[in-house]
């Protein structure tokens, strides 16, 4: 995720997420190259009569305005849904050990083994959204049995399950254990189904073409009346449809490395810090901050 610092004016005219203009950079010099073929091919298309006409490119634009209006909506609704049930993880653990802490009559020991199992927990669903194997680290550690089997999360929330079982001060108190433990697992049902279920590739590869259709013949409307300026006119447009096609396949996903996606990193960094606190650990880690590129992952 991109951390923007306070920046004046200037700064923010000039400044741009890297990742989606290295998306769209050859496209754009694509379009460059044809803007000005089409400078030196259309008088020659006039003295054979072939003139563009404006409806129905007009009504291509409208259809893509419809049509990128709501992929953006969707995308930024996986993202948004995502980013609650980030923050509601990080809510549900620190509220399970606040009552783990209070209510149970558990050594030191066999609480911050929990507090392990959270963070270890919150790690791995991390890697699992990611499609990435979990910390090897992790996996060999003896207190992790989520090493070797299909769904770790699911190893994960059972063994923490048992640990406030067997530390449980009476029924009552374990009934709210449990209530904590189905949020987590609701929590990563929700992540589960977003990463699992991404916007049916058909509609992005038709709205891929639709733009870039576009793209091509729009200069052919302004070179009669702006000449060289078709140039900078038509990359504008350009620029404006690609850059939020390429938003909109950065928060589709929201659990990726992208600059646009979710930090979850540093999500999982502030779990670990709250719970270890919570334990008064002398040894936090570290803060993680962004880089000197703004960004947070």
Known sequence: MIVRPEQNWLRKLFSWHGSIMRKISLQMLFFVGLNIAYLFILPILHLHGIVAKESPVYFIGVSISIFLGFRNNVAWGRYSEARKLWGEL???????????????????????????????????????LRHEPA??????????????????????????????????????????????????????????????????????????????IFCAIYPLLLISNFGVLTLLFSLFTTYALLALDAIATELEDPFGHEDNDLPLGAICNTIEIDLREMMQDAELPEKMRPDKHFRLL
Do not use: W
């Open 90 to 128: 990080l809510i549900v653990t620190r509220s399970l050990m606040r009552e783990f802490i209070n209510t149970s009559l558990a050594s030191y020991e066999e609480k911050k083994a929990v507090v392990d199992l959270l963070i270890a927990y919150a790690t791995v669903l991390k890697d699992t």
């Open 135 to 212: 910390a090897a680290a992790m996996c060999e550690d003896r207190l992790f049995a989520g090493a070797g089997v299909m769904t770790p999360c699911n190893a994960l929330l059972q063994e923490i399950g048992l640990y406030l079982y067997h530390n449980r001060p009476d029924t009552r108190v374990y009934q709210n254990y449990n209530h904590y433990l189905n949020q987590i697992g609701m929590i990563q049902g929700g992540c589960e189904r977003i990463s699992n279920t991404p916007i049916p590739f058909a509609y992005s590869l038709l709205l891929h073409r639709t733009v870039a």
